[in-house]
């Protein structure tokens, strides 16, 4: 009796152990790593891709040198500039892209306030909805005062489904006329 359990045990045990084996393999097939380039598994969409084109609506809060240099909730509140604007970017690796951007936070000068072009370097978690990403670049103000500038800047990304995400950033702004100042964004994307 002793014998026959064993041998079931024995049995039972290998059987697990091939599972386990080929579960293991099954994982080493799925894009686990950081930002891989491997196969996706069937069952879990991809949330990055490349020749990827989307489209951003955003709304944008910029706050001045001084604000920045002296922040208190008071300066905040008092000083911070809202505004809107909309984008479009193109990845031609999961990880490389360029994005243009324009943005307006007044209704009483030129329609758009600001116009910007960058290079954007993203780094998708695996198979996760989260993409860090960070951004270089430059471009030019139309507002009351005229100046071109260079920005450097941070975000995260959530894509919500494979086509809609969420996204957060913010950036240096430097003019060569003015005092630097920065901006944050909060927007939605679509991308195809």
């Known amino acids: 009796m002793k014998k026959i359990i064993r041998n079931k045990m ?52 910029a706050l001045g040198k001084y604000t920045l240099d002296h922040v208190s909730g008071d300066r905040v509140r008092h000083n911070v500039r809202f ?9 031609f690796t999961r990880f490389f892209g360029i994005g243009l951007d324009a943005f307006s936070e007044n209704t009483t000068g030129p329609f758009i306030d600001s116009a910007e072009a960058n290079l954007i370097l993203r780094v998708p978690l695996g198979q996760s909805r989260f993409a860090p990403y960070v951004f270089a670049g430059g471009g030019h103000t139309f507002d009351s005062v005229k100046a071109s500038f260079g920005q450097a800047g941070a975000g995260m990304e959530c894509r919500i489904t ?16 003015t005092r630097y100042y ?8 679509l991308a195809f």
Do not use: C, K, W
């Open 10 to 61: 024995y049995i039972g045990g290998t059987i697990l152990l091939l599972a386990a084996s080929a579960a293991f393999a099954d994982d080493a097939t799925n894009n686990l790593t950081l930002g891989g380039d491997r196969p996706v598994s069937h069952d879990q969409p991809e949330f990055y891709r490349a020749n990827e084109l989307s489209f951003d609506g955003f709304g944008t809060a």
């Open 83 to 91: 505004g809107a604007g909309a984008g479009v970017n193109y990845f």
């Open 162 to 177: 494979p086509h809609v995400g969420v996204f957060i950033d913010g950036r240096a702004v430097v003019p060569d006329r």
């Open 182 to 189: 920065g901006v944050a964004r909060l927007g939605m994307r």
